[in-house]
C-alpha cells in the first residue's frame, strides 16, 4: 500500500473511533444529565430519605404491636354478662300513708285522709277542671275562693309555691 492510501486510512480509522467515543460520550451523558435533573426536581436529599423510611418503619411496627394489645383485650372484653333485671322502684312509704286534712283542703279534695300523692292529683285535677291554671304563663296558678283559703290568701301562686302550701294543711 502506498503511503498516501495508508495515512487516509488511518485518518479514517481515527475518525470512526472519535465518532464510536463521542457518540458513547453523549449516549451515556445525555441520559446521565436527565436523570440527574429529574432527581433534583422536587427532591429532597437521599440521606435524609433513608432516615424518615426507618422512622416511618418503626411507626408502623409500633402500630402495628398496639393493635395486636387492643385486639387481645377487646376478645377479653367479649366475655358475656349476665344482665341483671331491674327491680320495680318501690314507692316510699311515707308518701303512701294517709294523712289528715285540713277542712279547707277537703272542701277541695275530699274530707277523708289521703296519702300526698293523692292530694296533689286531686287538686290538679280540681284546677284543670275549673280553668285556674294562668294562660300566658302556664306555672302560674290563679286561686278562687276555696282555694285562696288553702293558699293563705294568695290570688296568684306557682305550682311549686303550691305543694309548699298545701302541706301545711295535711297532719
Do not use: C
Not at 358475656?80 to 283542703?105: E, H, I, Q, T, W
Not at 302560674?140 to 294568695?154: E, H, Q, R, S
Amino acid at each position: 500500500m502506498p503511503v498516501a492510501k495508508k495515512k487516509t486510512a488511518k485518518k479514517t480509522a481515527k475518525k470512526k473511533v472519535a465518532k464510536k467515543k463521542v457518540a458513547k460520550k453523549t449516549a451515556k451523558k445525555k441520559p446521565a444529565k436527565k436523570k440527574a435533573a429529574k432527581k433534583r426536581v422536587g427532591k429532597k436529599p437521599a440521606g435524609k430519605k433513608v432516615a424518615k423510611k426507618k422512622v416511618a418503619k418503626k411507626k408502623v411496627a409500633k402500630k402495628k404491636v398496639a393493635k395486636k394489645k387492643v385486639a387481645k383485650k377487646k376478645v377479653a372484653k367479649k366475655k358475656p354478662v349476665a344482665k341483671k333485671a331491674k327491680a320495680k322502684r318501690k314507692p316510699n312509704p311515707a308518701f303512701m300513708r294517709p294523712m289528715m286534712l285540713s277542712a279547707d283542703l277537703g272542701a277541695v279534695v275530699g274530707g277523708d285522709p289521703k296519702p300526698r300523692t293523692e292530694v296533689t292529683k286531686k287538686l290538679w285535677l280540681y284546677i284543670k277542671k275549673n280553668g285556674l291554671q294562668d294562660n300566658v304563663n302556664r306555672r302560674m296558678i290563679n286561686a278562687d275562693d276555696k282555694l285562696t283559703k288553702v293558699f293563705g290568701g294568695k290570688k296568684k301562686v306557682s305550682m311549686f309555691e303550691m305543694t309548699k302550701l298545701v302541706s301545711k294543711h295535711m297532719k
